[in-house]
């Protein structure tokens, strides 16, 4: 019993060799917290093109969604070990990106919905990947606009731009009828009880899985609350619906054991509306990504990222993307919310997260195992998500203060976080601006506040 509640010490490590029965439910944890934000890109744009739902569609809506997790997988490994110059060898779980869900709409309203529109977002994201690529190769000279008062605030716009989604999955999903009922946050809030006591009231392997324990436990909670209370209401409308937290068993029943992946599923088209926007969105991207990468190695490593890392990072960033059209699939990028999780348990072992990669992968194969996971609660992942995201937060502020926080850096970070982030989380104030500054600095906080951040950090005097 001794070795399975006594961590090994090579799980802080990122070569270090881990025992398998340690390496898979450590990588599973990171599945768990990622699953749902892998498909919801695909479900949004897929449904705005009206094939996520849509009558005549339902192969593909299996196939993308397939694809989706097996690329996910894939990418990942590429960006554990990397192939020559692609991939930066660290800490990171790639997935579906939910960055360009804004300039995918605007592309869907532009060209209309339909299999052609998704057709030209695969194009424009098969050019955009290759673009970013390109900026992998040669971010080494751009280091220099990357100081870590740079890197910390995009960190911490990350943390700050996602602790809100995750209130809104404890509170039981965005939009969902109950939002916000009790029976949400009294399960969001048992969980995250489990967590805090297997992270703090227990040490070693309980301790570094606590993520994977706290999510079970929710497993196990909303199962029991199905059977002692009602699993539906009436809303106000006088309609029946489903509680959010119900587990939907039939759908694991349903679902298949095996299934081949589709090679291009939907045809790609090049269209200029569709490229042009996507490009941009491709350098946004990469400054994101240079902050995931910074807040990893910085929580989990305490060192800041070489330039060979992060290089190789973004560049895995263009080839995934690329490579996730050609399968239909989304463009694919650092997770944020994994890189809270490696902040929060320290647990940076390559070992571990390829074991994640893999059950990613096998969840694509058998569908049986993706549904068993896409039935979690949104109220479930929300208890872990407010944690794993508010250190993501910690992690950015360590990254700005690792150097002595001079009247100039405190300007940066000051008017970055106050008027970048600020425009970019209320974007009503851009309500009058070009439809192309909108398109870009609307979306999240991030964008803008990276921008603020590296202009003054070119523009301000030393001190």
């Not at 969840?363 to 208890?383: E, F, H, N």
């Not at 002595?404 to 405190?410: A, E, N």
């Amino acid at each position: 019993m001794a070795k399975y509640v006594s961590l090994s010490e090579n799980a802080y490590k990122f070569e270090g060799r881990l025992p398998l029965e340690q390496a898979i439910p450590l990588g599973l944890q990171h599945v768990l917290a990622m699953f749902v934000g892998n498909l919801t890109p695909l479900l949004i744009i897929g449904g705005a093109c009206g094939i996520m739902g849509g009558a005549g569609f339902e192969q593909l809506q299996v196939s993308l969604l397939q694809n989706a997790m097996i690329m996910a997988g894939l990418i990942t490994l590429l960006q554990l070990y990397a192939v020559g110059p692609v991939g930066g060898k660290v800490p990171i779980i790639m997935g579906t990106s939910s960055g360009f869900i804004g300039v995918f709409s605007s592309i869907v309203a532009t060209m209309g919905s339909g299999i052609a529109a998704y057709g030209a977002i695969m194009g424009a994201s098969l050019l955009g990947g290759l673009f970013e690529t390109v900026l992998g190769f040669f971010l080494k000279p751009l280091r220099r606009f990357f100081p870590p008062v740079v890197t910390g605030t995009v960190v911490l716009s990350i943390g700050l731009s996602l602790i809100g989604v995750g209130i809104n999955s404890f509170g039981g999903g965005f939009k969902t009828k109950d939002f916000g009922s009790m029976e949400n946050l009294l399960l969001g809030l048992f969980v995250l009880v489990v967590i805090l006591f297997c992270k703090h009231g227990v040490k070693g392997f309980l301790s570094s899985s606590s993520i994977l324990f706290g999510i079970i436990a929710g497993y196990i909670a909303a199962f029991v609350m199905g059977m002692v209370l009602p699993t539906t209401a009436v809303g106000p409308n006088g309609v029946e619906y489903t509680k959010s937290w119900v587990l939907h068993w039939e759908k694991v029943a349903n679902a298949g054991w095996f299934a081949v992946p589709e090679f291009m599923p939907v045809d790609i088209i090049f269209d200029i509306r569709a490229i042009l926007p996507v490009m941009i969105m491709f350098i946004v991207t990469a400054v994101e990504t240079v902050g995931d990468i910074s807040g990893v190695m910085e929580g989990g490593m305490d060192r800041e990222a070489t330039d060979k890392e992060l290089s190789g990072g973004v560049m895995c960033d263009g080839v995934g993307s690329s490579v996730a059209a050609l399968f239909g699939v989304l463009p694919n990028t650092s997770f944020s919310q994994n890189v809270g999780l490696v902040a929060m348990t320290k647990i940076v072992n390559r070992f571990a997260l390829a074991m994640g990669a893999l059950f990613l992968i096998l969840c694509g194969l058998i569908p049986k195992l993706g549904a068993l996971v896409s039935i979690m609660p949104q109220s479930v992942l929300g208890g872990a998500a407010v944690m794993m995201f508010s250190s993501i937060v910690v992690s950015g502020i360590q990254l700005i203060t690792r150097e002595k926080l001079t009247p100039r850096r405190l300007t940066i970070v000051s008017v970055a976080l106050g008027v970048g982030y600020g425009m970019g989380a209320n974007p009503g104030v851009l309500a009058h601006v070009p439809a192309a500054v909108k398109l870009i600095f609307g979306g999240s906080g991030i964008v803008p506040a990276a921008l603020v951040a590296i202009v003054l950090n070119v523009v301000l005097p030393e001190d």
